[in-house]
């Protein structure tokens, strides 16, 4: 059973910066895919970033078009952990953050069967 533990959200003012980690366990095969997903209040579940696990595909990619160029999504094989980087962050990126897993990088929350609890980001202006 995969298992996807997220830390790292918190309060910041508009333009500082945060990164988030999801630390994954459990069969490779239902974890090849970590995606980063937000929900704001009222909004639907988007997805932000993708990236494949396996160390011999290429690099993630920002889905999301309101974050790319201050979003970057990596990962560090040896702590089984993904990260989000959000730098100039902007009120309206204040939402729950969702680590999820699954067998292929998806561009809806369908293709992902493993899900974190959630870390909340909120930006004041």
């Known amino acids: 059973q995969v298992q996807l533990v997220e830390s790292g959200g918190g309060s910041v003012q508009a333009g500082g910066s945060l990164r988030l980690s999801c630390t994954h366990s459990?069969?490779?095969?239902?974890?090849?895919?970590v995606a980063w997903f937000r929900q704001a209040p009222g909004k639907e579940r988007e997805v932000v970033a993708t990236k494949y696990t396996d160390t011999f595909t290429s690099a993630g990619i920002v889905l999301l078009d309101s974050v790319r160029g201050r979003f970057g999504i990596s990962q560090d094989n040896a702590k089984n952990t993904v990260y989000l980087q959000m730098n100039n962050l902007k009120p309206e990126d204040t939402a729950m953050y969702y680590c999820a897993a699954g067998s292929y990088c998806g561009n809806s929350d369908r293709a992902f069967g493993f899900w974190g609890q959630g870390t909340q980001v909120t930006v004041s202006s």
């Open positions: 459990g069969p490779t095969s239902d974890k090849r895919c």
